[in-house]
């Protein structure tokens, strides 16, 4: 699809320049218009994007919005921006007081980087405070693409766009609600496990014990899933290898053990509440294995040393300096979880 490849070409723009931006105006030319445009629309033509659109609030007279997008002569997207570097948290009221008064059924706040698209799925008119699609462009995933195309010139449809804004809007709460549960278990989701498996009277040491029940549970589970979403794929690879590769290999010396690849598994079930599944990547060496973030040495994570009497799990912090803990089993690997999601939050 033409718009990944432009997409994608604007995405490496992005973290090319946005630690030069130094102003709103800046952020607009080299980041927003461009988005504009990839979108189908003509950012030079006036009957199709107006630049400081006016949208007078009551007795306020002369508010302006970013952009208006037109379609055949109505607004149908309204877009207000802030410079690369802002938080876009405290800038929704605004946008809800132009949407009130515009013809347009979406609205964007953008800064460049993050996108946060709104409609008025709660009340008529009335700009929902959630966005129902938003995005980053430099971890962009292709969902993501595919229903940014929905806005495209070309596939533009407002009853498709909205009939799906809820699906997409409330999927993505209950995902986050998800995370936060994985991070730190609440008493509300324990209770609704341990109802369903203790016949006893939920006393407060009975739900103390079931929330780290429940929160082992969940992430073994997770855990699990990863390990037969990882033995399909290296069974497909080795298949592949086998075709590609008639010839006997020579032997390696280094050897992944299944124990190695457990640990792996937990890492993957632990960060994947801050990073895509995707970046976290494993490189199995003879002095120990490691996990890697982008699959760069300059990313580790952290280090597993199983291969002695002994086991270590390697903890890095903000300078990279790794720390060895040592560990009776890969399932210690959970009591480090708050100091391998600082070390991924060093790089993010």
């Known amino acids: ?10 995405a490496e723009r992005i ?7 130094s102003t709103e105006e800046a952020t607009k030319t080299a980041f927003i218009l461009p988005f504009i445009n990839l979108l189908g629309y003509d950012i030079f033509n ?12 009551g007795l306020k007279k002369g508010e302006k919005v970013d952009y208006a997008v ?5 607004p149908i997207l309204i877009i207000e921006c802030k410079h690369c570097h802002e938080n876009l948290d405290a800038h929704n ?10 013809k347009s059924r979406f609205a964007l706040l953008t800064n460049g980087i993050e996108y946060r698209f709104f409609t008025d799925l709660e009340k008529s008119n009335i700009m929902d405070n959630k966005p129902f699609l938003e995005f980053d462009m430099t971890n962009l995933r292709d969902s993501q693409i595919n229903e940014l195309a929905k806005f495209h ?21 209950i995902k986050r609600i998800f995370n936060l549960e994985l991070a730190e278990t609440t008493d509300e989701f324990t209770r609704f496990f341990a109802s369903r498996v203790y016949n006893g009277r939920l006393t407060e040491k009975v739900m103390s014990e079931f929330k780290e029940i429940v929160h082992k549970s969940i ?7 990863v390990n037969d979403r990882l033995k399909s794929a290296l069974h497909t690879e080795a298949e592949q290898q086998e075709e590609e590769n008639p010839e006997p290999l020579e032997e390696s010396k280094i050897i992944t053990t299944e124990e190695e690849l457990d640990g792996f598994r937990i890492i993957v079930a632990i960060l994947r509440r801050k990073l895509a599944l995707e970046r976290i990547v494993y490189r199995d060496t003879q002095s120990y294995f490691g996990v890697l973030l982008d699959d760069n040495n300059r990313k580790p994570l952290c280090r597993l040393h199983l291969n002695s009497t002994k086991k270590y799990i390697g903890l890095f912090n903000e300078d990279k300096h790794e720390t060895r803990i040592l ?7 959970y009591e480090h979880e708050k100091a391998l999601l600082n070390t991924a939050g060093y790089y993010e």
């Open 1 to 10: 699809m033409e718009i990944q490849a432009q997409i994608k070409t604007l």
């Open 15 to 21: 973290i090319a320049l946005k630690d030069q931006i």
């Open 46 to 57: 006036p009957t199709e994007v107006i630049p400081e659109f006016t949208a007078d609030i």
């Open 70 to 74: 037109f379609q055949n002569g109505n």
């Open 93 to 102: 009221s605004q946008l809800i007081r132009y949407f009130h008064v515009s």
């Open 153 to 173: 010139k070309n596939n533009f449809d407002v009853d498709k766009i909205v009939n799906n804004a809820s699906s997409l809007k409330y999927g993505r709460e």
């Open 219 to 225: 992430n073994q589970m997770i855990s699990e899933r």
């Open 327 to 333: 560990i009776d089993s890969v399932n210690n690997i």
